[in-house]
C-alpha cells in the first residue's frame, strides 16, 4: 500500500509533467486547419483559390521561436498557396512597457526576416498590422514587412485577377489602435467581385458596412482562447463578436461571414485544449 508521502509525490509529479507539456510543448505544436470557405458567384477561374493565413506570430513567445516560425513558413509553403497572408501582432509588446516593447521588437524583427523571405505563394505574400504592432510603432513594422517581401495593407485593397475574373483581397487597420475601413478598403471595387477582409482583430468585422459586400473576414487576434476548457469553451478571448464557444473558428455572431484562426505564437507559452495554427482556406463556390 502507498504511502500517503508516496501519493503526494506521485500527484506532484504528474501535475509538474501536465505544466511541462502545456507550457512547453502544446504552444510548439503546430498543425494544419484547412476549411473550405463558399463564395457566392464564385467563377470557375477562382473556384479552389487557397490562401495560407499565419496570424500572431508573437516571435519570442516560445522557447523556440525561430523553429516555430521556420516550421509555420514551411508548412505554409507545402499547400503550393495562390497566396499568403500574415495578420498582425508580430513580436512581443505590452502597451504600458514601451520601453520593454520597443525592445522586444527590436530584438525579434531582425530574426524574423530570413526566414519570412522564404514565404512563396503565387500571388505574394499579403500582411496587415495588429495591435502589439501599434505598441512598437506602425510605421517601423511597416517597412520592416515590405523589407520581408509583403505588401501591407491599411484600409486598402490589391486585385487579383485570373484571366478576364477578379478578386478583391482588402486589409483593414487595426481595430483597437486605428480605424476600420466599412468597405474594408475595398470600396473602388465593382459590386459583382467578391472580396475577402483581413482583420487582426474579429470585431473589425462588426465596423463594416451593411450596404458594403464582404464575402469573408478573416481574422486573428485572440489565439483560440489560448486555454479552451470542456463544455465552457474559452474564458478569454480579448474581443466582443467573439463568445466562449467561438474564440477560433466560424463565428455565428458575426454579421459577416468570419473565420477567427488560433494563430501561430502566444504572448504566454501556454495552450490548453487549443493547438497553434497554419490555417488553409480553399474558395469555393456556395
Known amino acids: 500500500m502507498l504511502s500517503i508521502a508516496a501519493v503526494v509525490l506521485s500527484a506532484a509529479l504528474i501535475a509538474l509533467a501536465a505544466m511541462a507539456y502545456v507550457v512547453l510543448l502544446t504552444p510548439i505544436a ?35 521561436p525561430a523553429r516555430l516560425l521556420a516550421r509555420a513558413v514551411r508548412l505554409a509553403n507545402d499547400v503550393s498557396p495562390d497566396l499568403t497572408v500574415l495578420l498582425g501582432d508580430y513580436a512581443l509588446s505590452h502597451t504600458r512597457l514601451r520601453t520593454i516593447s520597443r525592445w522586444l521588437y527590436d530584438w525579434a524583427l531582425p530574426r524574423m526576416t530570413e526566414t519570412l523571405r522564404d514565404l512563396r505563394a503565387r500571388d505574394g505574400v499579403i500582411a496587415i498590422l495588429g495591435n502589439h504592432d501599434y505598441d512598437y510603432d506602425p510605421a517601423k513594422v511597416v517597412a520592416w514587412l515590405q523589407r520581408a ?5 491599411v484600409n486598402d485593397c490589391i486585385v487579383i485577377a485570373r484571366g478576364n475574373v477578379q478578386l478583391g483581397i482588402g486589409g483593414v487597420d487595426d481595430w483597437t489602435h ?20 483581413l482583420s487582426h482583430n474579429p470585431d473589425g468585422a462588426l465596423e463594416l458596412a451593411q450596404s458594403a459586400r464582404v464575402d469573408l473576414v478573416l481574422a486573428g487576434h485572440t489565439h483560440g482562447g489560448q486555454i479552451v476548457l470542456p463544455f465552457f469553451g474559452a474564458p478569454s478571448r480579448h474581443c466582443a463578436v467573439c463568445d466562449a464557444s467561438s474564440a477560433s473558428g466560424w463565428v455565428a455572431r458575426s454579421p459577416v461571414p468570419l473565420y477567427v484562426t488560433t494563430g501561430v505564437g502566444v504572448v504566454l507559452p501556454l495552450r490548453v485544449n487549443c493547438p497553434a495554427e497554419v490555417l488553409v482556406v480553399r474558395l469555393v463556390r456556395a
Open 178 to 197: 486605428g480605424s476600420t475601413d466599412p468597405h474594408g478598403g475595398c470600396g473602388s471595387l465593382a459590386p459583382d467581385v467578391p472580396r475577402i477582409v
Open 30 to 64: 503546430l498543425r494544419y486547419t484547412r476549411i473550405d470557405a463558399p463564395i457566392a458567384a464564385l467563377a470557375p477561374e477562382l473556384e479552389g483559390y487557397t490562401i495560407a493565413v499565419l496570424s500572431d506570430l508573437h516571435y519570442g513567445g516560445t522557447i523556440v
Open 149 to 153: 517581401g509583403a505588401r501591407v495593407l
